[in-house]
T-cell receptor, first 114, second 109 residues
């Protein structure tokens, strides 16, 4: 069976500090990978998605970047955090090939920027 | 631009009641619709996936319907239990998965 991991679970960072959140998927190959953010009072917003190693698509311009150094690893980064980067970050995966494939979500990382 | 709306935003019911959560979307050109459950501070659990060619899906006490032409979906929960208390999210898949803001359900014993 497939599992998706995210770490850390919780993070408190000062404004201007760097960020690195990691997501890994087990039990599948060549998954589509996604980063979402859930901010207070707002719905989930897609930030980045990847269909393969080194292939990243950005959905919204922002202070964040994503990388996929390995097939089942997806990393969300920032060089300098802003207060507005606070939120709940969720990684998700789906099987590649079909646009109608179901997405499965990880446990999330709660980021607080002070 | 696809927009997803969920009504009501919050719902409180006594245990045992049957209930319906509503989801509407503005663009009917979708591949599928997913219903998720989110417990406080947790990730999303996929409950049901309805492909665009389907009308409904059932899993246990849950039944989800899809009327693509009218841009509507409902999630029916039968015989609600306190353990059903959570936020329920609807999401439609076009070029991306677009989420509603959710309905927060509270079932009292």
């Amino acid at each position: 069976s497939q599992t998706i991991h995210q770490w850390p679970a919780t993070l408190v960072q000062p404004v201007g500090s760097p960020l690195s959140l990691e997501c890994t998927v087990e039990g599948t190959s060549n998954p589509n990978l996604y980063w979402y953010r859930q901010a207070a009072g707002r719905g989930l917003q897609l930030l980045f998605y990847s269909v393969g190693i080194g292939q990243i698509s950005s959905e919204v311009p922002q202070n964040l970047s994503a990388s996929r150094p390995q097939d089942r690893q997806f990393i969300l980064s920032s060089k300098k955090l802003l207060l507005s980067d606070s939120g709940f970050y969720l990684c998700a995966w789906s099987r590649s090939g079909l646009a109608d494939n179901e997405q499965f979500f990880g446990p999330g990382t709660r980021l607080t920027v002070l | 631009k696809q927009e997803v709306t969920q009504i009501p935003a919050a719902l409180s019911v006594p245990e045992g009641e049957n209930l319906v959560l509503n989801c509407s979307f503005t663009d009917s050109a979708i591949y599928n619709l997913q219903w998720f459950r989110q417990d406080p501070g947790k990730g999303l659990t996929s409950l049901l996936l309805i492909q665009s060619s389907q009308r409904e899906q059932t899993s246990g006490r849950l039944n989800a319907s899809l009327d693509k032409s009218s841009g509507r979906s409902t999630l029916y929960i039968a015989a609600s239990q306190p353990g059903d208390s959570a936020t329920y999210l609807c999401a439609v898949k076009g070029t991306a998965l677009i989420f509603g803001k959710g309905t927060t359900l509270s079932v009292s014993s």
